[in-house]
């Protein structure tokens, strides 16, 4: 799925809800993927996958605070400053 084709398909989701319902209630990516052909956009499950992990694998900068230590964290209801 090219990057344009993405950005096609994450703003019809934005708009579409009809469309949002039918890939949320896919029954596995293979499905996710027919649904979005469908729809006219072209996509390819590898694609969808890489995309997948890409966003998996990004943390915020809060998120990156957090695992460096540089905020409070939490563990079993119990919270420090400092790890």
């Not at 579409?16 to 993927?33: F, H, I, S, Y």
Request: glycine share 6%; proline share 0%.
């Amino acid at each position: 799925m090219s990057e344009e084709q993405l950005s096609a398909l994450l703003a019809k989701l934005k708009e579409d809800a009809g469309l949002r319902e039918k890939l949320q209630g896919a029954a596995d990516l293979n499905a996710a993927v027919v649904i979005a052909q469908e729809a006219g956009f072209d996509v390819r499950k590898a694609d969808w996958l890489r995309y997948q992990a890409k966003q998996a694998l990004e943390l915020s900068d809060e998120e990156l605070e957090n695992v460096s230590g540089a905020k409070k964290g939490c563990w079993n209801d119990t919270c420090y400053e400092s790890w």
